[in-house]
């Protein structure tokens, strides 16, 4: 059947699901261990990028640069974006401790 899925759940990949409907397996959530602070910049602005592997490959190079959205002008260097930024434990990032702290 042309256009259907082959995992026959209806939901169709590279769309967001909606609160009720089933997502097959291998579509999780791909920035689920992501800041949602965390955005790189190139020579053309900001990178549309939310897969956690490309995200990392891109931190790699000299082009681009790590940024947050709670500290503007703040470049963040590989090695913390590797471990703190694109890591399950980005909750424990001093910018998004701040955040936090700030909304009490």
Same mark, same amino acid.
């Given at each position: 059947m ?8 209806g ?10 409907e089933?997502?097959p ?17 190139g ?18 190079? !000299? ?13 963040? @260097?590989?090695?913390?974006?590797? !471990? ?12 998004? @401790? !701040? @955040?936090?702290?700030?909304? !009490?």
């Amino acid at each position: 059947m042309v256009g259907a899925n082959a995992g026959g759940s209806g939901v169709l990949p590279g769309r967001a699901s909606l609160p009720g409907e089933r997502r097959p397996l291998g579509f999780a959530n791909l920035r689920r261990n992501v800041c949602p602070h965390f955005y790189m910049t190139g020579t053309r602005g900001a990178l549309p990028v939310h897969a956690p592997h490309l995200l990392k490959a891109l931190s790699r190079q !000299d082009t681009t640069v790590s940024r947050c959205q709670l500290r503007g002008g703040v470049h963040l @260097e590989q090695g913390y974006v590797a !471990d703190v930024c694109l890591a399950a434990r980005f909750n424990q990032c001093v910018f998004y @401790e !701040d @955040e936090l702290t700030r909304g !009490d």
